[in-house]
């Protein structure tokens, strides 16, 4: 068998990703990825995560740049980078230029292009991005395109439209003292709540949505744009501990751990069937089935709820309700069907088809039947089932209709990390914004519990679009529905800070994406590439993850803090009096993590255990013996820790 490369361990595919360019002026610095600027700081402090120059097709899907003529010069307190640019298919280009300029106290982002062809886009230009910390509540002064002045705030509870309409200058300060000015120009400009999809920012991008869409660019058609940011005051002194490790910090216990889900499809019923034998030792607390009336029976109900029982979990389904005016009639139809085989679902959450897809602000909502008389429709029709409102894809859409509460027991929603960007660090990032989803979910949920998921890193579905990309080529890009690193350690340490801030943040229940497929946790024949697993078959290291958690969610949650928790994430337990933790590397560097109290027993899944971890499903649940109160966790690498 050969063994696996690096790559294929951390990531699941062999593409190989450039690392960025640290380009500097002064205490500006900004780091230069595939042609846009990242992570711009002024000594030290990210005052813009993002400044891009995109172009989205007709279905949201953003196209990969093909880049000519890079030049970089870097002179003193300054610098300077051109390039040009393709973007399209095989039906239609866009070309554009690139000229960024920075300097101590300045950066200008510039960009002009035309149509090579007729070019049919949703979005092309400028999009700025503003981090979270330092910015989420906080005060922003907003120039509008006509020249008036507004004090504003940046939304601390998600807004499920645009926050900021008509924007010329955003103005605000990231600490105290230093005041950042962001000038956009070229067009007329707006804000949404990225948090919305689990993006770790606020997105002002170019184009009112309030304008047709998709629309089209004729052949010679230019667009000149820019964005230019302008930095006055300085950052009061901080104080550096020095220590390089990674602390964890141990509080009180408290609430029981969210029950740990599993999704199923019914296309993953015939290979779930095959693996049960390795699927029985995931032992999730509850399954959710995806039933469409429009490709499913009833023979797939009780293959679903019979999968429940060989897992020792509690069915649950989800149903899309196809009619508009006959629905109470589907609903009764549905609840007959489900009765005949013994009415086994404990959770039934129900969806019209219509709100399967997402519609934009300002666009009218299709046609589906009231909620409130489906909701007592589906009270009628499955009497001793907890019935569930909310959405089946993602948070975004249940901001953006809300169910009423009346006649339902929990309310639900899904994430997916890679709606607007795939890279590694976009998709670690996006665990920043879920604290603020779950506290506005339970907002909108009021006293009713909050279930998350069947989630995974690849998308389930697209509301926006056809149906979520292909990868044919294995690699990482936004909108994949098979993502690589379903497959790879870093599929496994997201899942640990996935769990553990939605946890923390009070969610009763989180359910990941899938048994076998593009979602799954197990290997089976797929006519997507799989590095390893197509010779070896086996689990995922996120099998491990999700068995770990099953195992500690029927136990109290003890609070636990890491001293950089965009390194370093943990969930903890109180089992049978010791504490039982996850911990996970969210990084590709190796981290020192020193711990509050002795270990007795660990297991660890890193790059070293991989392939040995494929093979046996136990992997987390076999303990040794530790001592000391230090830990080393490589890239990515996932621990199972056990205090004296």
């Known amino acids: 068998m050969t063994q696996p490369s690096r790559s294929v361990r951390l990531f699941g595919t062999e593409e190989i990703v450039a690392e960025p360019r640290i380009l500097k002026a002064g205490e500006l610095s900004a780091e230069l990825d595939a042609g846009n600027l990242r992570h711009i700081r002024f000594a030290g402090i990210e005052i813009i995560r993002a400044i891009s120059f995109i172009v989205r097709d007709r279905n949201w899907g953003t196209y990969n740049a093909t880049i000519e003529n890079l030049a970089v010069e870097v002179s003193g307190d300054r610098f300077e980078v051109t390039y040009a640019?393709?973007?399209g298919d095989a039906d239609q280009t866009f070309r554009y230029r690139a000229r960024i300029v920075g300097t101590p106290r300045s950066l200008t982002f510039s960009g002009e292009g035309e149509a090579a062809s007729d070019f049919l886009t949703n979005?092309?230009?400028f999009v700025?991005?503003?981090?979270?910390?330092?910015?989420?509540?906080?005060?922003v002064t907003i120039e509008h395109v006509d020249g008036t002045i507004e004090e504003g705030r940046f939304p601390e509870i998600i807004d499920p439209l645009q926050s900021m309409m008509d924007l010329r200058t955003l103005t605000h300060e990231p600490v105290s003292g230093l005041k950042v000015t962001c000038r956009m120009e070229g067009?007329?400009?707006?804000?949404?709540?990225?948090?919305?999809?689990?993006?770790?920012?606020?997105?002002?991008?170019?184009?009112?949505?309030?304008?047709?869409?998709?629309?089209r660019l004729a052949p010679g058609d230019r667009l000149e744009q820019s964005v230019t940011l302008t930095v006055e005051g300085d950052v009061g002194s901080?104080?550096?501990?020095?220590?390089?490790?990674?602390?964890?910090?141990?509080?009180?216990?408290?609430a029981t751990l969210p029950k740990v889900g599993v999704g199923l499809q019914r296309a993953e019923i015939a290979a779930t069937r095959e693996a049960l034998d390795k699927l029985t030792g995931l032992s999730p607390n509850y399954l959710v089935y995806h039933h469409d009336p429009r490709t499913g029976d009833a023979a797939d109900l009780k293959a679903a709820a019979d999968i429940a029982k060989a897992l020792g979990a509690e069915p649950w389904l989800e149903t899309v309700i196809a009619e508009i005016d006959d629905f109470a009639d589907e609903v009764a139809a549905l609840g007959r069907a489900v009765a005949a085989i013994g009415s086994p679902f404990q959770v039934v959450r129900l969806s019209p088809a219509a709100d399967l897809k997402g519609t934009l602000p300002g666009s009218p909502w299709p046609p589906a039947p009231p909620a409130d008389a489906l909701f007592k429709a589906a009270r009628k029709a499955f009497p001793n089932a907890r019935i569930g409102g909310g959405m089946f894809s993602f948070f975004t859409e249940l901001n953006r209709k809300r169910p009423p509460l009346t006649d339902i027991d929990l309310v639900g929603f899904t994430t997916s990390a890679i709606v607007h960007a795939g890279d590694d660090r976009t998709l670690m990032e996006s665990l920043e914004a879920l604290p603020f989803v779950v506290a506005s979910a339970r907002a909108i949920a009021g006293d009713r519990p909050v279930s998350v998921g069947p989630s995974a890193i690849g998308m389930r579905m697209n509301p926006y679009g056809a149906a979520p990309m292909e990868n044919p080529r294995n690699i990482r890009r936004a909108m994949n529905e098979a993502d690589p690193r379903q497959r790879g350690l870093l599929g496994a340490a997201f899942i640990v800070g996935y769990f553990a801030r939605f946890a923390r943040g009070g969610a009763s229940a989180v359910a990941f994406g899938g048994t076998t497929g593009p979602h799954g946790v197990v290997a089976a024949k797929q006519p997507w590439p799989q590095p390893f697993f197509e010779e070896s078959g086996g689990v995922f290291p996120a099998f491990h993850v999700q068995r770990a958690l099953a195992d500690m969610s029927a136990w109290p949650m003890r609070a636990v803090t890491?001293?950089?928790?965009t390194a370093v994430e943990a969930v903890a337990a109180i089992v049978d009096g010791r504490t039982n933790m996850l911990l996970a590397n969210l990084t590709a560097q190796e981290q020192i993590v020193a711990l509050p109290t002795d270990m007795a027993e660990v297991a660890l899944l890193d790059a070293d255990r991989f392939v040995e971890a494929a093979g046996s499903p136990g992997c987390l649940a076999e303990l040794r013996p530790a001592s000391g109160r230090e830990l080393r966790l490589g890239a990515f690498a996932v621990a199972r820790v056990v205090t004296a």
């Not at 700025?128 to 005060?139: E, I, Q, S």
């Open 85 to 87: 640019a393709s973007v």
């Open 123 to 125: 979005r092309t230009g």
């Open 128 to 139: 700025v991005l503003h981090p979270l910390d330092g910015v989420a509540g906080r005060p």
């Open 187 to 215: 067009d007329t400009f707006e804000m949404e709540d990225q948090r919305n999809w689990t993006d770790a920012s606020y997105k002002t991008y170019v184009r009112p949505l309030a304008r047709p869409w998709p629309y």
């Open 238 to 254: 901080a104080a550096a501990s020095g220590d390089k490790n990674v602390s964890i910090v141990f509080g009180e216990g408290g």
């Open 562 to 565: 890491s001293s950089e928790p």
